[in-house]
């Protein structure tokens, strides 16, 4: 088999899949998109100086939002004694 023969059947086989596979690829999206998110939070409040505790959280909201991601806090696996440290379980993809 060739590896265009490969490569299209290893397409199809994920793109067929639905369920748990689908499901965690979207969580490990999210998932780093959050760590980003996080990591240039910190690199502004050490480089400026100017982003206090109480500001994280909105940078990192804000920041996500950019990424195409909604915070809703009103989901069930939403913990919400967590934040402000962000969590994947609180952001939604924004439906365009």
């Given at each position: 088999?060739?590896?265009?023969?490969?490569?299209?059947a290893v397409a199809f086989s994920v793109g067929g899949?639905?369920?748990?596979?689908?499901?965690?690829?979207?969580?490990?999206?999210?998932?780093?998109?959050?760590?980003?998110?996080?990591?240039?939070?910190?690199?502004?409040a050490v480089d400026t100086n100017t982003l206090d505790?109480?500001?994280?959280?909105?940078?990192?909201?804000?920041?996500?939002?950019?990424?195409?991601?909604?915070?809703?806090?009103?989901?069930?696996?939403?913990?919400?004694e967590s934040l402000p440290q962000a969590t994947t379980?609180?952001?939604?993809?924004?439906?365009?």
């Amino acid at each position: 088999m060739t590896l265009l023969g490969v490569a299209a059947a290893v397409a199809f086989s994920v793109g067929g899949c639905d369920g748990p596979i689908k499901q965690q690829l979207a969580h490990d999206a999210v998932a780093k998109s959050v760590a980003e998110c996080e990591m240039e939070a910190t690199r502004v409040a050490v480089d400026t100086n100017t982003l206090d505790a109480d500001q994280e959280p909105n940078y990192i909201a804000t920041c996500m939002h950019a990424k195409g991601y909604d915070l809703r806090l009103d989901l069930p696996d939403c913990k919400k004694e967590s934040l402000p440290q962000a969590t994947t379980a609180c952001y939604v993809l924004i439906s365009r």
